[in-house]
């Protein structure tokens, strides 16, 4: 591989890593609950600001990918993109579903298990239409 083919790699990649991690960190936030107004009230930021990195447009520095994962509950290296090779944003949300799940009380926890048991017991008797 020529040295311009290889530079157009790297590119791409950085490209694709820098989509993935803000659309983890836009997954993150809307885990958490919060507008892009309110994390850009508590970082200092302008919301614009905020948007601009959801999309991708601006550079993050690590001190505030840090915040970002303080403020989130999740890690700067999840946000990053380094705990995994293959970028999947469903994999990404039920990464951040676990991760909530994790923070439930047993009793909580305990319900949503049978919620979802109900769930999955009502599809199986309407033949899998939830229209049924």
Request: charged fraction near 35%.
């Amino acid at each position: 591989m020529n040295e311009t083919t290889n530079n157009e790699k790297v590119n791409k990649d950085g490209m694709k890593r820098r989509e993935a991690m803000a659309s983890r960190l836009r997954a993150a936030r809307e885990a958490a609950g919060l507008s892009q107004g309110q994390v850009a009230r508590k970082l200092e930021m302008h919301r614009p600001t905020i948007s601009e990195i959801e999309a991708g447009r601006r550079r993050v520095s690590a001190d505030e990918l840090t915040v970002f994962a303080n403020l989130y509950g999740v890690t700067a290296a999840w946000l990053r993109c380094l705990e995994t090779t293959d970028i999947d944003p469903a994999e990404d949300r039920l990464q951040l579903a676990a991760r909530e799940l994790s923070r439930l009380k047993p009793e909580d926890l305990n319900r949503l298990l049978s919620l979802l048991q109900s769930m999955r017991q009502g599809d199986a008797d309407s033949g899998g239409d939830p229209l049924r």
